[in-house]
């Protein structure tokens, strides 16, 4: 015989004993390591109690109580040194006598345990037979010809006095085929739907499996119903198990089937999600299975290495089923391709005008300007990017874009209409865009004189950040950046790390940052005037030491409480 105590707090492995091997006939419950089954919590006793399965004929389960904190069966207190026997359906705690008040108390850091008692299977008879549904569950590839054959109700013989009954007739209830009762267990019949197969949900009595209707709905009473829970589990699973990928780390994930039901119910009202990097990352029909679930969310956030590469554009365009109505979404290399900006275009496009409510877009890596179907064969594309930043004056809340390291310009040539496309967005007129980061674009001169002026046209009027470090900006580009610091009084924080620059452009910079009253941060560290090792000249040697000694003056007046800007000069 097996027995097995099921615990309803997903941190705890449930029990399982035999009767058939010695090893497993008997366990040890509590917080010392020399316990078999380790509670790790100070009020538990290092010996709890003991569990254990005669060997002999009729094999009873008897719980012997070691602990100073007490053990309780069913609400009553065992006592020290004391043995009871344990039946089917009792239940087991620690420290306090209900399930309730261990819930108030401990919550999940203590389990309690209900004890299941599994016979060893019996030998099939022709009565297991009498209804098809049963015969077709129990044994699947045997044919029984029989039928279930329902006796006619025999009139019932008159009283003395000579009137009849009026008890009338039990009608047998209804059996429903194994396929319709999965299907209507797996109904929710209220909020207290569960499953009756994981943790706590045992004592819950809102689910069909619970009900007596429930258990004779599963075809051929108490044998089919075990088959019929295990199905209902399987379907559940499915659904489940992304979303705890997304929570729990691997030796939760392994424990939380008590918790299972309880998440998947609250997944529709979540409206944060972030998804860290998997050790083997998400295909593509389990992200769309994933993201499917929530239908509240405000904020997703995937992380590097969660999801599959996807070059086809599948996985952006799950992702742009959410877009209209999120506020936040930020993909950490995750590859979407010139088809999912695209993807993202449409469905921004697709969103009714006022009704966005993006604030923060952060699509790092996400190589956005490669195509690699099969007519482009990988090259490079702005099509998609272009269009996703024309449809994004339609959000006008929008206040962080981020697209960092997508090659938006890999050579002079090339990116022309992307950076156009940005310097509209910038002079879109009420624009609330207060952060902007282009680095690792390949943008050069051109890109940021043509960003730069528009800045000093009066668009972006309430961008506080700007960053386009490692863009290969040289003198002429920071001439135009430093004749938009001169003239700008919003822009805080500027970051030209990774850069061309040279003496000239330094110069310029540093002259326009003690014109500007507002800049609070100016981040030039390793430049070519700071490095000053490919073309050593006298100019580049000027330029470092001007801008250190302003930026000490700036540190002096920092301490005395007046705010200049803060030059970082790292090489």
């Known amino acids: 015989m097996n027995v097995r105590l099921v615990s309803d707090s997903f941190l705890f492995e449930h029990i399982t004993l035999t009767a058939d091997d010695a090893e497993k006939a008997e366990l040890v419950i509590g917080r010392s390591h020399r316990a078999d089954y380790h509670i790790d919590h100070p009020q538990v006793s290092g010996l709890q109690c003991t569990l254990k399965v005669d060997m002999k004929p009729p094999h009873k389960l008897t719980l012997k109580d070691t602990s100073t904190n007490g053990t309780f069966v069913d609400g009553r207190e065992i006592g020290r040194d004391k043995t009871v026997e344990l039946t089917a359906g009792c239940t087991v705690t620690f420290l306090v006598n209900t399930v309730e008040e261990k819930d108030l108390e401990f919550g999940t850091e203590i389990p309690s345990f209900k004890v299941e008692l599994r016979k060893p299977p019996r030998r099939l008879r022709d009565d297991d037979f009498a209804h098809p549904a049963a015969a077709a569950d129990l044994a699947p590839t045997r044919r029984s010809t029989r039928v279930a054959a329902v006796a006619k109700a025999k009139p019932e013989a008159k009283p003395a006095g000579g009137r009849a009954s009026r008890k009338k007739a039990v009608e047998p209830v209804p059996l429903l085929e ?9 109904e929710p019949s209220g909020a207290g739907a569960s499953s009756t197969t994981t943790g706590r949900a045992l004592r819950r009595r809102g689910s069909p499996l619970c009900s ?4 004779l709905a599963l075809a051929g009473g108490k044998r089919s119903r075990r088959g019929g829970a295990a199905l209902l589990d399987q379907m559940l699973s499915y659904d489940l198990l992304a979303h705890i990928l997304g929570m729990l780390d691997t030796r939760s994930m392994l424990r939380a089937s008590a918790a299972s039901n ?12 972030s998804l860290p990097p998997l050790r083997e990352p998400l295909r593509l029909s389990q992200s769309s299975h994933l993201l499917s679930r929530f239908h509240c969310l405000r904020v997703l956030r995937i992380g590097a290495a969660a999801l599959l590469p996807d070059w086809s554009g599948q996985t952006a365009a799950v992702v742009a089923a959410l877009l209209p109505r999120l506020d936040t979404l930020a993909t950490d290399r995750i590859i979407l391709s010139a088809t999912g900006a695209n993807a993202l275009a449409n469905a921004l496009h697709r969103a009714p005008a006022g009704t966005l409510a993006l604030r923060s877009l952060d699509l790092t890596a996400a190589q956005l300007c490669v195509d690699k179907s099969a007519s482009a064969k990988g090259k490079w594309a702005d099509a998609g990017v272009v269009k996703l930043l024309d449809k994004l004056r339609k959000a006008p809340r929008l206040e962080e874009l981020r697209l960092c390291m997508n090659e938006l310009s890999a050579r002079p040539s090339r990116g022309e209409r992307i950076v156009s496309a940005i310097s509209g967005l910038l002079a879109t007129p009420h624009s609330c865009l207060r952060a902007l980061a282009l680095d690792g674009n390949y943008l050069g001169d051109a890109g940021a004189t043509a960003i730069a002026g528009a800045l000093r046209d009066g668009g972006g009027a309430r961008l506080h950040e700007l960053s386009l470090s490692s863009n290969f900006i040289e003198c002429k580009g920071a001439e135009a950046i430093a004749e938009m610091v001169g003239e700008n009084t919003t822009l805080r924080n500027l970051n030209l790390r990774w850069n061309g620059i040279q ?13 500007n009253k507002g800049l609070r941060m100016l981040d030039l560290s390793f430049n070519s005037f700071l490095l000053n ?10 330029a470092k030491e001007r801008l250190t000694l302003l930026a000490e003056s700036h540190a002096q007046k920092k301490k005395k409480k007046i705010r200049p800007a803060e030059i970082l000069l790292c090489n």
Do not use: H, I, K
């Not at 309880?262 to 999600?273: H, N, P, Q, T, W």
């Open 178 to 186: 194994p396929a319709a009762a999965v299907a209507a267990a797996a």
């Open 212 to 215: 007596p209707a429930g258990r």
């Open 262 to 273: 309880r998440l998947r119910e609250s997944s529709f009202y979540v409206d944060a999600f």
């Open 503 to 515: 003496a000239v452009g330094a110069n310029a910079l540093g002259d326009a940052v003690e014109a």
């Open 533 to 542: 090792t490919v073309a050593p000249s006298e100019a580049n040697d000027q």
